[in-house]
């Protein structure tokens, strides 16, 4: 595509995005409430077979794993105190939205910290009530010392990210062996902008990562400390966003064009987690070119969640300001309650998908959380050698 067909096709998606309906601010989880409306997992991660045991909202609590600091902060985070032993697993945080956002929302989420390390997998992302047909949309995914962020959508087959030079826009560097979203490791997007992950989010400041879910795609935007468009940066806990003229090009765009959202997606929920090890950060071929020598076995269980979690974990943290879920309005709908600890039992087998629409569906709290454990097998890779043993997934 010529240059200037490209310079087209973007000021035609900013006049869109200038001219689109107001956000209005569904929720805001923020300060001493941030924990309120989210469930927590209690259970082990049988998701993607990671080396922890995601705790229930008491014991994340009494253990402080999960907790607003003095500054005001939401944490998240890997417990760097005890010592475990082989054969166990260490605790860790899961926790997700009690509501879920249909089409036409929009979803920022501003950090300070993010976790990272040898073991680490840290997410925040979307899910629908049954995976993969309701559809997934990861929005921060990294491992280990993995210099960038990750992006991607998991769908059912008929959802891609758009073949190079077919004028879609967007900053960050697609995997070209991985357009297709319905296989297992999704379509993935990689951030090329400095700071998304690492030491340099928080050197930087931090940033902020906004999620447009919209019937004319999917759009993830990130922006470190310094680059904050002032429409976010000085939204407030009440204000709505009306202008998303200054943010530029996204940094994955995901367009209807080459995926029908209303088709491969229903309503939303956030969910934020760290696991250790599992079937993506713990696999050799990407474990050992970082971390191998992190200990005597080169094995990612036993040379890292086994022992102390000081310093080994001392950086697994989220440490967040706000997640903030905003909607165009639309009507309620209500979504199953799927069984923390079993994966989803969802009734009947098939779902309808509704008309498009740019209105958001917003369901309100409905307790449960959890994900079907067969929907994370794309990452499915046996783990040799590993007594708390794993076939891994994400």
């Not at 967040?320 to 199953?336: D, E, L």
């Not at 794309?378 to 794993?390: D, E, N, R, T, Y």
Request: aromatic share 12%.
């Amino acid at each position: 595509m010529t240059v200037m067909n490209r310079l087209v096709y973007l000021l035609s998606i900013l006049s869109v995005l200038s001219a689109v309906a107001p956000y209005d601010l569904v929720h805001d989880y923020s300060g001493q409430t941030f924990f309120d409306g989210w469930d927590f997992y209690g259970s082990w991660d049988n998701l993607t077979l990671g080396d922890v045991w995601w705790l229930n909202q008491q014991d994340a609590f009494q253990q402080g794993l999960a907790q607003v600091n003095d500054a005001g902060r939401a944490v998240l985070k890997v417990d760097n105190t005890s010592d475990v032993a082989y054969g166990s697993k260490r605790n860790s945080v899961r926790i997700t939205t009690q509501a879920s956002y249909g089409v036409g929302s929009l979803w920022i989420i501003d950090l300070v910290h993010i976790p990272y390390g040898c073991s680490v997998w840290p997410a925040f992302w979307t899910m629908g009530p049954l995976w993969p047909n309701d559809g997934e949309i990861d929005i921060i995914e990294a491992v280990n010392v993995m210099p960038n962020n990750q992006m991607a959508l998991h769908t059912t087959p008929g959802c891609s990210q758009p073949e190079p030079n077919t004028g879609n826009v967007q900053t960050g560097a697609p995997n070209l062996a991985d357009l297709d979203c319905s296989q297992s490791p999704g379509c993935v997007v990689t951030e090329t902008k400095p700071n998304s992950y690492l030491t340099g989010f928080a050197e930087a400041g931090g940033g902020v990562w906004a999620t447009q879910f919209d019937v004319s795609g999917v759009f993830i935007w990130f922006w470190s400390r310094a680059d904050v468009p002032a429409s976010i940066a000085f939204a407030t806990n009440t204000s709505s966003i009306t202008d998303l003229s200054s943010w530029g090009p996204p940094s994955a765009s995901y367009p209807a064009t080459s995926c029908n959202i209303t088709e491969f997606f229903t309503a939303q929920q956030l969910v934020l987690d760290i696991t250790l090890c599992g079937n993506w950060a713990g696999i050799a071929p990407v474990y050992d070119p970082t971390c191998a020598s992190q200990g005597s076995t080169g094995i990612c269980y036993n040379d890292n969640v086994v022992g102390p979690g000081s310093p080994k974990y001392d950086e697994a943290y989220f440490e967040i300001n706000y997640v903030r879920a905003y909607s165009t309005g639309g009507a309620v709908s209500s979504i199953p309650t799927p069984t923390p600890g079993s994966g989803y039992n969802v009734p009947g087998a098939t779902t309808t998908s509704s008309a498009p629409t740019t209105s958001a569906s917003y369901t309100p709290p409905n307790s449960g959380s959890g994900r079907n454990a067969a929907g994370r097998l794309w990452w499915m890779i046996p783990l040799v050698g590993l007594g708390a043993g794993v076939a891994l997934v994400l």
